[in-house]
C-alpha cells in the first residue's frame, strides 16, 4: 500500500484529496493545524503547524517509523488570508504567508526526500495557484509565496533527478469546495470549459501524477481552471480600432 502524506488535509481542497486517495486504497497521512476527524482506518490525522520544523521533522519521523517508507508528499497547507494592500500588510503577516505556503514546503520535502531514501518510487506534487502568474490587486504575499512554490519544483526536478522521484506542480484557478450549487451562470460561463472548477478536477489530476507509469512528467506545472488563463480579459469600453 503506498503512503501519502498531503498537508492542509483537513479542509478546503485538501480534505478532498484526503478522501479521493483513501478511496483509492492510498494510506493517507493528513498534516493540519484542524482537527479533522474523517473515520477512516486509512487516513491519519497529524496535528503540525507548517511554519514549525520541529513538528514537521516528528510527524516523518512516526509516519516513517510507524508505517515505513513514504511514498507521496502533496504539498497543499496553505494561508490566503492576508490579501492586503501593500501599505497594510504588514511584515509579520507577509512572513506568516511565506512562511507557511513556501517554507513550510520546502521544509516537507526536504523530510520526505529523506524518508523516500533509496525507495524506486516517489512523487512530490507542489500545489500552486494561477495566482503565481495571474493575480488580483492585494494578493501579493500569496502570489509571491505560489511564485516560490513553482521555482521551487523546477529546481527539486533537476537536483532529484539522480532519484525515482518525480517533482510536479498543480496550479488551481477558481475550484468551488462549497455551496457549488449556488453559483450563478455568469460564474460558469466566464470559464472556457463553461463551469467553474470542482475538487474532483485536482483530485484526478493528482491521482494520475501518482501512477507508477508516469515518471516521464516531471517539472511540469499543470494549469487546472477551465482556460481561464487563456482569456483576454478588458474593460468593455476599451477599444484597438
Known amino acids: ?10 479542509s478546503g481542497i485538501g480534505k478532498f484529496l484526503a478522501k479521493g486517495f483513501a478511496d483509492k486504497g492510498y ?14 482506518s486509512n487516513i491519519h490525522y497529524f496535528h503540525v503547524d507548517l511554519k514549525n520544523e520541529d513538528e514537521i521533522h516528528k510527524c516523518f519521523e512516526t509516519i516513517k517509523n510507524q508505517f515505513g517508507v513514504i511514498h507521496i508528499l502533496i504539498n497543499n ?10 501599505d497594510k500588510i504588514t511584515i509579520e503577516e507577509f512572513d506568516q504567508v511565506i512562511d507557511t505556503n513556501l517554507r ?22 507542489n500545489i500552486a495557484s494561477t495566482r503565481f502568474h ?4 492585494n494578493w501579493d504575499a500569496y502570489g ?21 522521484i518525480t517533482v510536479n506542480a498543480i496550479s488551481p484557478g477558481w475550484i468551488e469546495v462549497e455551496n457549488y450549487e449556488n453559483l450563478t451562470d455568469n460564474d460558469h460561463k466566464q470559464h472556457p470549459s463553461g463551469r467553474v472548477g470542482k475538487p474532483i478536477d485536482i483530485v ?13 512528467i516531471n517539472g511540469a506545472n499543470l494549469i487546472i481552471d477551465g482556460g481561464m488563463t487563456k482569456k483576454i480579459i478588458y ?3 476599451f477599444n484597438f480600432n
Open 1 to 10: 500500500m503506498e503512503r501519502v502524506v498531503i498537508t492542509g488535509g483537513a
Open 27 to 40: 494510506e493517507v497521512f493528513v498534516l493540519d493545524i484542524i482537527k479533522q476527524d474523517f473515520s477512516r
Open 77 to 86: 497547507g496553505a494561508i490566503s488570508k492576508f490579501h492586503k494592500s501593500i
Open 104 to 125: 513550510g514546503a520546502f521544509i516537507c520535502c526536504k523530510e520526505f526526500i529523506e524518508k523516500n531514501k533509496n525507495a524506486d518510487y516517489g512523487r512530490i506534487i
Open 134 to 137: 495571474q493575480n488580483e490587486a
Open 144 to 164: 509571491a509565496s505560489k511564485g516560490g512554490i513553482i521555482s521551487l519544483t523546477n529546481s527539486l526536478c533537476i537536483s532529484l533527478s539522480n532519484t525515482g
Open 204 to 216: 484526478n489530476a493528482c491521482l494520475f501524477l501518482c501512477e507508477k507509469t508516469n515518471n516521464f
Open 235 to 237: 474593460e468593455e469600453t
